[in-house]
């Protein structure tokens, strides 16, 4: 196998563009946290749009290569390092054979992404290369990776087919300003709840994970409770549990929840909730419907 992994990272998974078409089975999405780290990897690379590529949280540990190949290394800034000498990130890397790549703690953001040429050739499960771990389903055995686990990778594209690419590093500041729009039961909360809830300033908890992040601060207030009769969960749903506290709920998210969901997150600010680590202060910020839309328009031209 081209690829075996020497130290695991904190928690690495194979992850694609996400498992659609089984949320009314119970089967959630899955996929990438952070979407456009995702398809500047696979454009520095040159892959198709839907390629398993391996995503690490907080730190990456150590992989080495038994051929050659081409990588790149997006997202969080993990110090990305080739046979113990620093390489730059955002752009197309040159493997050869016996090389090794290592990563570390993260310096800014969560989540960092490495793509391979030809992609990771683990099996599709329902259409998808992502990895469930809850269900045990997809990517490498339906877990984390492991040290001495070998990854097959697919055929992709010559490093002088891509070494010209580059794309611009992103930014991910401990301070994390996300747009929402109103949710479905945000007739729940009172008016000095909603107040709590676009005034306040919420610290990422410990216990967030892929399906959610779970945010401390200041408890928001509803009119009867906030239990309601189970309807679908949307990606960055934000729901509000008996605790008052809110749950951002994301790639594996559960396909249904009776709580209610004062907002949800805009697509285009769920990557600044995915490269979140715990301490990072978030604090929301309401628009219309028709600004999200025009917003996420111009970025999808872009």
Known sequence: MPVRIVIPGAFTTVQDAGRYGYQCFGIGPSGVMDEKAYADAAYLVGNEANEAVLEAALFGGVMEFTEDTVVAVTGADMGPKLN????SMNTPIQIKASDSLSLGMVKTGCRTYIAFAG????????????TN???RLGGYEGRALKAGDELPLGTGKSYEEVKGRKIKAQE?????????????QDDYFTEEGKKTFYSGVYTISEQSDRMGCRLDGPVIESRNG???????????SVQVPADGRPIVLLADRQTTGGYAKIA??????IPKIAQGKPGDKVKFTAISGAEAE???RKQVRR
């Open 133 to 135: 771990v809850k269900c």
């Open 84 to 87: 113990g000498s620093p390489i």
């Open 226 to 236: 906030t239990d309601i009769v189970s309807d679908a969960i949307a990606l960055g």
């Open 264 to 269: 949800t997150v805009c697509s285009f600010d």
């Open 119 to 130: 992609g990771i050739d683990v099996p599709a499960v329902m259409g998808s290369r992502s």
């Open 172 to 184: 991910y500041p401990s301070e994390i300003n996300v747009r929402v729009i109103a949710g479905p």
């Open 294 to 296: 025009r917003i996420n």
